[in-house]
């Protein structure tokens, strides 16, 4: 008895398993797998999962590997009742020939923390090929004929940078007759130095004229993410030396990660402002009211829970309380 209910357990719990994964699909496809040096092709990645999923994506931008170029990036969007459906196409192209594995690429479901991966490809360049059976000599390109110069010629090529180098040398000896005639001293001019402000300050401040703005209340969602992940990203570069504004979505939260800057529920604030504004940036999404309310919200909360006065003063607190 207790056998068969193991087997039936087992078999609910692999179905369930499997109905998860068709939930979220990634594909990813080769108009061709061979190309000569240079030339160009497309790479399209499928990416389908359930209306109401919350997943992060981080879209390509230089390469896909060293050696594979991205020139050009568009993304259609697939209208589907029960399914949130785009298709991500890359223009790539390589100027190294050889063969090359093109990686699979991930999705993750941030609600489960489950990475779905895509599919691997592999990709040829290859060389232009000489044909060894052409008996035909190839020659040097002969150098052009030295011909000698005509006064004419020599003035109009040189008189105007003639008159400009004696203009030149007027004016300095106007100006050095000036200084030397000159006996007034004047005073040295002191630069007031302003001390630089702190990462949160500028941050905070920034994200309040953001706010004063209301982009997306206007219809410019997309430049309202634009400008919020450009703020949190500075903040992120000054605070914590993290070379953010150099990173994809995906490495700046790998790098977080890596470093134990952010507790978790840090870092689950930053991969909800990045996911959603990849998808407005890059998929042409359009999120909801209370979306873009929440990631001006968290973007306050973590640089607020972050900054580095809040640090000392915890510090100063627990040395007080031992």
């Known amino acids: 008895m207790k056998t068969y209910l193991s087997y039936i357990l087992l078999f609910f719990a692999f179905h369930l398993g499997s109905l998860n994964a068709q939930n979220i699909q990634i594909k990813s496809s080769?108009?061709?797998?061979?190309i000569l040096i240079g030339e160009q092709t497309k790479l399209s990645v499928d990416l389908q999962y359930s209306k109401g999923l919350d997943v992060y994506y981080?879209?390509?931008?230089?390469?896909?590997?060293?050696e594979i170029e991205i020139l050009d990036l568009s993304i259609d969007t697939i209208l589907d009742q029960d399914f949130e459906h785009y298709?991500?196409?890359?223009?790539?192209?390589?100027?190294?020939?050889?063969?090359?594995?093109?990686?699979?690429?991930?999705?993750i479901n941030n609600k489960t923390e489950d990475t779905i991966l895509?599919?691997?490809?592999?990709f040829a360049v290859n060389t232009y090929q000489i044909d060894s059976a052409n008996k035909s000599k190839f020659f040097d390109i002969k150098q052009p004929l030295d011909a000698p110069w005509t006064l004419i010629e020599f003035l109009d090529e040189y008189l105007s940078l003639m008159l400009m180098g004696v203009l030149l040398i007027?004016?300095?000896?106007?100006?050095?007759?000036?200084?030397?005639?000159?006996?007034?001293?004047?005073k040295p001019v002191v630069k007031e130095i302003v001390p630089k402000e702190a990462a949160h300050i500028i941050?905070?401040?920034?994200?309040?004229?953001?706010?004063?703005?209301?982009?997306?209340?206007?219809?410019?969602?997309?430049?309202?993410?634009?400008?919020?992940?450009?703020i949190l990203r500075n903040y992120?570069?000054?605070?914590?030396?993290?070379?953010?504004?150099?990173?994809?979505?995906?490495?700046?939260?790998?790098?977080?990660?890596?470093?134990?800057?952010?507790?978790n529920d840090q870092q689950k604030q930053l991969r909800q402002i990045l996911s959603i504004a990849d998808m407005a940036k890059f998929a042409k999404a359009k999120p909801l009211a209370?979306?873009?309310?929440?990631?001006?919200?968290?973007?306050?909360?973590?640089?607020?829970?972050?900054?580095?006065?809040?640090?000392?003063?915890?510090?100063k607190k627990e040395v007080k309380d031992a």
């Open 30 to 34: 080769l108009d061709t797998n061979m």
């Open 58 to 66: 981080s879209i390509l931008k230089d390469t896909i590997v060293k």
């Open 87 to 107: 298709i991500i196409n890359y223009t790539i192209t390589s100027f190294d020939s050889g063969f090359y594995a093109i990686p699979q690429q991930i999705i």
């Open 118 to 122: 895509g599919n691997a490809l592999v």
């Open 170 to 186: 007027i004016l300095i000896l106007v100006i050095f007759w000036y200084l030397k005639k000159r006996k007034q001293v004047e």
């Open 203 to 230: 941050a905070i401040r920034e994200l309040n004229q953001l706010k004063e703005k209301k982009l997306w209340q206007s219809d410019r969602t997309k430049m309202y993410y634009v400008e919020l992940t450009d």
């Open 236 to 263: 992120l570069e000054n605070r914590f030396r993290i070379a953010a504004l150099e990173q994809t979505s995906f490495e700046i939260l790998e790098s977080i990660k890596n470093s134990q800057h952010l507790d």
């Open 290 to 315: 209370n979306e873009n309310d929440l990631a001006l919200k968290n973007a306050f909360e973590l640089i607020e829970n972050t900054k580095l006065e809040a640090l000392i003063k915890e510090e």
